[in-house]
């Protein structure tokens, strides 16, 4: 089983910016799809983006499309997500998940998680 840790969370202004970072070990990355996963306070854990193993591939929520960007190094055994124009909205938990076979876009396709790191964006 791969393990996750996510990082690059914290308190950022609306407009603002923030990149995280996803690393794995105990497996290595390039046979896993990955994906970003948010859960707000009292909600349900939503799907943000999802790429491939080789990285050709991606996909994005619609309410984030155009503000958020998933990508993968699998050499560094990592994936990331570039938040551009940070909405108060956009505060929540993001998670990090894998899966080695790319089944579809909710939680309960990806088997491996991470702990999650907070973004709260202020207004």
């Known amino acids: 089983q791969v393990q996750l840790v996510e990082s690059g969370g914290g308190l950022v202004r609306a407009g603002g910016s923030l990149r995280l970072s996803c690393e794995a070990s105990?497996?290595?990355?390039?046979?896993?799809?990955m994906a970003w996963f948010r859960q707000a306070p009292g909600k349900e854990r939503e799907f943000v983006a999802a790429i491939s193993w080789s990285g050709d591939s991606t996909y994005s929520a619609d309410s984030v499309k155009g503000r958020f960007t998933i990508s993968r190094d699998n050499a560094k055994n990592t994936v990331y997500l570039q938040i551009d124009s940070l909405k108060p909205e956009d505060t929540a938990v993001y998670y990090c998940?894998?899966?080695?076979?790319?089944?579809?876009?909710?939680?309960?396709?990806?088997?491996?998680w991470g702990q999650g790191t907070q973004v709260t964006v202020s207004s």
């Open positions: 998940a894998a899966d080695r076979q790319f089944k579809g876009f909710g939680y309960r396709d990806f088997g491996s």
């Open positions: 105990g497996r290595t990355l390039s046979s896993y799809a």
